[in-house]
């Protein structure tokens, strides 16, 4: 697995944004797929997490209604669209996969990790 986080970048407030996190070797479609984020200063967090076959959704309870998680195993890439953008949304997004085919929000359950793109928002 190696994943490629891109789709970051200026947006207003209440704008909207969709991230793309491809794996360029084409192995994570047996594996769970999560976003997470880091504003400066702040910890790591867990965003939104998807299962193998997209059949099971996770989102964290700060994003739940806004944002929305996919993915297209035959394009060996899992989405986020972000909606209804907030300020405190602005933060490094990174995309994970998963040891297994379910996963959520914890951090150990991931084991492979993309080098994050950048969403700023501007109120």
């Known amino acids: 697995v190696q994943l490629q986080a891109s789709g970051g970048g200026l947006v207003q407030a209440e704008g909207s944004l969709r991230l793309s996190c491809k794996d360029s070797?084409?192995?994570?479609?047996?594996?769970?797929v999560g976003w997470f984020r880091q504003a400066p200063g702040k910890e790591r967090e867990f965003v939104a997490s998807?299962?193998?076959?997209?059949?099971?959704?996770y989102y964290a309870d700060a994003v739940k209604g806004r944002f929305t998680i996919s993915r297209d195993n035959a394009e060996n890439t899992v989405y986020l669209q972000m909606n209804s953008l907030k300020s405190e949304d602005t933060a490094v997004y990174y995309c994970?996969?998963?040891?297994?085919?379910?996963?959520?929000?914890?951090?150990?359950?991931?084991?492979?990790w993309g080098q994050g793109t950048l969403v700023t928002v501007s109120s």
């Open positions: 994970a996969a998963a040891r297994g085919s379910f996963a959520r929000d914890s951090v150990t359950s991931y084991q492979y």
């Open positions: 998807i299962s193998w076959r997209g059949g099971s959704t």
């Open positions: 070797r084409r192995t994570f479609s047996n594996n769970a």
